[in-house]
């Protein structure tokens, strides 16, 4: 009775091509915008999660913020959290930051988990120029653990020192593509130098080192070739010499591969709560890469499930366009129940008859909604260069989705038809 029910329900869709083609309509563009969102917002996740996750699993960033308003100073931190930061808009003191002081008593206190502290300082934006040739650059401060922190592939010469930070270098370690564009002639550029143009200064840096710069490709397409800006990172202590503050609002702890991250991240923020002990108004805040990845991810699930949500009204827009067609389908066959009814037909049959037409119907609604979706998720995907994820529960669920609203839908109508009295259903005209 099923497979004969089925074949009669394609039979209908096969007589009324067009008819069927507008009532699913609703159902595929209700199942393409779910299937779309849910992709992209599982290809973004999937992305920020691949960035986060390069930048190092085991750094603990820890940075100043100012304190609840409901903080009492010396109240365990875990507790004070829940209070939210104050948005008082107000500026540190030079004795509220980090002081070069407390990171070396960090590194003295925990010299078993912890394999350096990254520091850095943003110079702000600037631009290689030599006659015609220019590149853009963001000058980053750097200490040599900097790199330790985050991953750079070096392609050419050394990177930052120790040394080259407690002399204050004019050294510099640039991308290559900045040494393409400012050394043609396809010399090594270690060792040459290079003439910075800042807002209100030019300064001469020595090429120390080469990197390979990883271009996003959505600043690819945001920004012109010529316009796009690489970073040149220098010695933190020569990006920051003509500034009065030299303390710094956050640092980078780099945890020993053995250390446990999270129990670091818990020892760092006690550790710290001790030092601001007795600072009312500032505090400092220790995270690491798990927490804000969590914090992220369950942000980005959040806002997909509720677009979701919104484009899933649709659905009940395509529902209500196959409870009306069937209902149109149960007047067009009035005879034919009435018909099948005098021969022998149930109520259940004429019922599951009209179910299953409505069923069919929203499946291959679905089907083709879930194909479109998947093509144009894909198709986003690969514009902003992400990586595509799809996920079985998602297709799985809109196709249990879409043929639950066919039923549902179609209930109302098979209702009607089953209870049609077949005397009245074969005089009808």
């Known amino acids: 009775m099923i497979i004969e029910n089925v074949q009669l329900a394609f039979s209908s869709l096969k007589s009324n091509k067009m008819r069927a083609l507008l009532t699913m309509l609703g159902i595929i563009i209700g199942i393409m915008s779910i299937i779309t969102i849910v992709v992209i917002g599982d290809a973004m996740t999937a992305t920020v999660s691949d960035n986060l996750s390069s930048l190092g699993a085991s750094n603990v960033t820890v940075s100043v913020q100012e304190r609840s308003a409901r903080q009492i100073p010396g109240m365990p931190m875990n507790f004070a959290q829940f209070g939210g930061s104050s948005r008082g808009g107000k500026t540190p003191e030079s004795s509220d930051l980090i002081s070069e002081k407390m990171i070396e008593g960090l590194k003295i206190n925990f010299p078993n988990d912890i394999a350096g502290v990254s520091l850095s300082h943003s110079g702000g934006s600037a631009r290689a120029q030599d006659g015609e040739r220019y590149a853009n650059v963001s000058i980053t401060g750097t200490n040599a653990d900097y790199f330790l922190a985050n991953g750079l592939t070096l392609v050419a010469g050394r990177l930052t020192s120790d040394a080259d930070v407690g002399e204050k270098a004019k050294t510099a370690v640039v991308s290559d593509r900045l040494a393409g564009r ?19 200064a030019i300064e001469l840096y020595t090429v120390i080192g080469v990197y390979e710069y990883e271009q996003s490709p959505i600043m690819g397409r945001l920004v012109s070739e010529d316009e796009i800006s690489t970073a040149m990172y220098v010695p933190v202590s020569t990006a920051k010499q003509d500034l009065l503050e030299k303390n710094f609002n956050s640092i980078t702890v780099i945890g020993s591969p053995e250390t446990d991250v999270q129990k670091l991240t818990k020892t760092l923020q006690d550790y710290f709560d001790t030092l601001y002990f007795v600072n009312g108004t500032w505090r400092a805040n220790v995270s690491n890469m798990a927490t804000m990845l969590d914090t992220i991810t369950e942000t980005l699930n959040t806002i997909s499930l509720a677009i979701a949500f919104i484009a899933g009204i649709s659905l009940v827009v395509g529902g209500i366009g196959v409870m009306n067609i069937m209902l149109v389908s149960v007047t067009e066959r009035t005879r034919e129940i009435g018909t099948r009814k005098a021969l ?25 909604g879930m194909a479109l979706g998947v093509l144009l998720g894909w198709a986003v995907a690969t514009v902003f260069g992400v990586k595509m994820v799809v996920s079985p529960f998602v297709i799985f669920g809109s196709m249990l989705f879409s043929m639950a609203i066919g039923v549902f839908f179609g209930l109302y109508p098979a209702n009607r038809a089953a209870k049609l009295d077949p005397i009245e259903a074969l005089r009808y005209e």
């Open 344 to 368: 022998g037909a149930k109520n259940f049959h004429i019922r599951f008859q009209f179910v299953t037409e409505a069923l069919i119907i929203a499946l291959v609604g679905g089907i083709i």
């Open 182 to 200: 400012m050394f043609p002639d396809g010399a090594d550029p270690v060792g040459r130098q290079i003439k910075i143009y800042k807002s209100n």
